[in-house]
């Protein structure tokens, strides 16, 4: 299993960090907005225009870190969903049991959940990468994965945050 760091010395390294990256959410933003419903398609637009939009974006270090960037976008969306989620979840079972009701916990329902989650999206992304054979590819794919991996697991859980 590879580990962010081992990502982030991937592309960190290399002449694209000597020039500026153009990375910016708004196309995903936009389609986010034009797609109630279809969100999941919106996922990669921004990495895919950061691609066009920086010198050496088509590069393998140039992909790499424009989809690293969108990554991180979807990273911040999902830590802010869960976190209100786990809040309603502990309030919603403080409720049930105030209450008497014996609905199932809410809060170690979403815990497990997420911890699943997490080992499927280490699996996923590394075979992702595995397919590549130890090809430059390999590092693109994986953070493509991981970006689309975890865009899907933030507008699922944004889905139930009241």
């Not at 999206?121 to 595995?130: F, I």
């Amino acid at each position: 299993m590879f580990t962010r760091v081992a990502l982030a010395a991937i592309f960190c390294s290399g002449p694209l960090f000597a020039q500026d990256l153009v990375f910016s959410p708004t196309e995903t933003e936009i389609c986010l907005h034009q797609n109630p419903g279809a969100e999941s398609s919106c996922i990669g637009l921004s990495a895919e225009q950061c691609m066009v939009d920086t010198d050496g974006g088509g590069s393998t270090v140039g992909m790499g870190a424009c989809l690293d960037q969108e990554l991180q976008y979807w990273d911040t969306r999902l830590n802010a969903a869960y976190q209100a989620r786990l809040a309603e979840a502990k309030a919603a079972d403080k409720d049930a049991k105030d209450y008497g009701y014996t609905a199932p916990p809410q809060e170690e329902n979403l815990r497990a959940m997420q911890r699943a989650w997490i080992g499927f999206r280490d699996a996923r992304c590394d075979y992702a990468r595995s397919l590549w054979g130890g090809g430059t590819g390999g590092g693109p794919a994986a953070i493509g994965c991981l970006m689309h991996t975890t865009g899907e697991q933030a507008l699922y859980l944004e889905q139930f945050v009241r």
